[in-house]
């Protein structure tokens, strides 16, 4: 069992490049998540999506758009890299559960690391 | 604004020795209260979630606390092992799932 997969682990770009972080969830699991995590800051939120089919802000969306391709797969683009947005990123999922979405764990890929040169 | 605080930052410790990691908090409306360990170039994974109504949840070597009047939470780890060494972070809950608040971790160093 897989969980969240994220690709690539690494990137470099250069200023004002694009590229598409993707991100996939085995566990079928509705609601998915994007965050990014700086030094000696917590995770931030940029979005996120409730279930299939929609998607939202979270704390820190600028410089980002996000797809929900499936119930599966959640991609997070820059589409013009900015120096301020080398950090790590982290996919995550979750399950709404008989408790409702507030009382389920998120799991977490392993991240991919950007560096924006 | 809605802020978690952790302490200390750091703490090393000798393997077998028992730990003590604290959370403060003040978010607004509180839903639950997790604690994630997060291994160096990995994600976080959960260890525990509480409710506004759960004291104590443990999980294995793990026994978070939770005081909801104090605002208050701890994470007390038992023997500890070479393989605690990790981040530890605080996380609070406050209305769904979506709206969750992250502390900053306290790092954890368990030596030999």
């Not at chain 1, 969240?4 to 490049?17: D, E, I, M, R, S």
């Not at chain 2, 939470?73 to 500890?80: M, Q």
């Amino acid at each position: 069992n897989a969980g969240v997969t994220q690709t690539p682990k690494f990137q470099v770009l250069k200023t004002g490049q694009s590229m598409t972080l993707q991100c996939a969830q085995d566990m079928n699991h509705n609601s998915m998540y994007w965050y990014r995590q700086d030094p000696g800051m917590g995770l931030r939120l940029i979005y996120y999506s409730a279930s299939e089919g929609t998607t939202d802000k979270g704390e820190v969306p600028n410089g980002y758009n996000v797809s929900r391709l499936n119930k599966r797969e959640f991609s997070l683009r820059l589409e013009s890299a900015a120096p301020s947005q080398t950090s790590v990123y982290f996919c995550a999922s979750s399950s709404p559960g008989t408790g409702g979405y507030s009382n389920q764990p998120q799991h977490f890929g392993d991240g991919t690391r950007l560096s924006i040169l | 604004k809605n802020q978690v605080e952790q302490s200390p930052q750091s703490l090393i410790i000798l393997e077998g020795k028992n730990c003590t990691l604290q959370c403060n908090y003040t978010v607004s409306p509180f839903s639950n209260l997790r604690w994630y360990k997060q291994d160096t170039g990995r994600g976080p994974v959960s260890l525990t979630i509480m409710t506004f109504s759960e004291n104590t949840k443990s999980n294995g070597r793990y026994t978070a606390t939770l005081d909801a009047d104090t605002k208050q939470s701890s994470l007390h780890i038992t023997a500890s092992q070479l393989s605690d060494s990790a981040s530890y972070i605080c996380v609070v809950g406050g209305g769904s799932n979506y709206k969750l608040t992250f502390g900053k971790g306290t790092l954890l160093t368990v030596n030999p």
